[in-house]
């Protein structure tokens, strides 16, 4: 039997190899998979809601993008911390597509916005 870190390992692999060979409507779909197969403490499931918003940048679907990197970045608050290099790994790519820093602090959800305004 696989457990589930390695269920959704294995899901967030084959997304990342969709990804890279175009499919990016399928890497989405299995980025999302990935998201579903893990626990909300589970420390991965950020990383898995930023590459999915890269996913979806690349499409143009900016709204949904944006949406899911704000997933990332209060789920790198929440179980990271703040001064953590795993928030800024998980939304550094985020800054440009959401349009700034400063645009980003005013647009993000409640619990991030703390974190995007002490570094504008």
């Given at each position: 039997?696989?457990?589930?870190?390695?269920?959704?390992?294995?899901?967030?692999?084959?997304?990342?190899?969709?990804?890279?060979?175009?499919?990016?409507?399928?890497?989405?779909?299995?980025?999302?998979?990935?998201?579903?197969?893990?626990?909300?403490?589970?420390?991965?499931?950020?990383?898995?809601?930023?590459?999915?918003?890269g996913v979806l940048?690349?499409?143009?679907?900016?709204?949904?993008?944006?949406?899911?990197?704000?997933?990332?970045?209060?789920?790198?608050?929440?179980?990271?911390?703040?001064?953590?290099?795993?928030?800024?790994?998980?939304?550094?790519?985020?800054?440009?597509?959401?349009g700034g820093c400063?645009?980003?602090?005013?647009?993000?959800?409640?619990?991030?916005?703390?974190?995007?305004?002490?570094?504008?």
């Amino acid at each position: 039997m696989i457990d589930t870190h390695d269920h959704h390992a294995v899901l967030e692999a084959q997304a990342l190899e969709l990804w890279e060979s175009g499919a990016l409507e399928d890497a989405a779909g299995k980025y999302a998979e990935a998201i579903a197969a893990c626990s909300e403490g589970d420390w991965e499931r950020g990383q898995y809601h930023s590459g999915r918003a890269g996913v979806l940048a690349a499409l143009g679907r900016n709204d949904e993008a944006r949406g899911e990197f704000e997933l990332a970045l209060a789920h790198a608050l929440e179980h990271h911390g703040p001064t953590s290099p795993a928030v800024e790994a998980s939304l550094t790519p985020g800054r440009a597509m959401l349009g700034g820093c400063m645009s980003a602090a005013r647009s993000s959800a409640p619990s991030a916005r703390a974190w995007w305004r002490a570094r504008c």
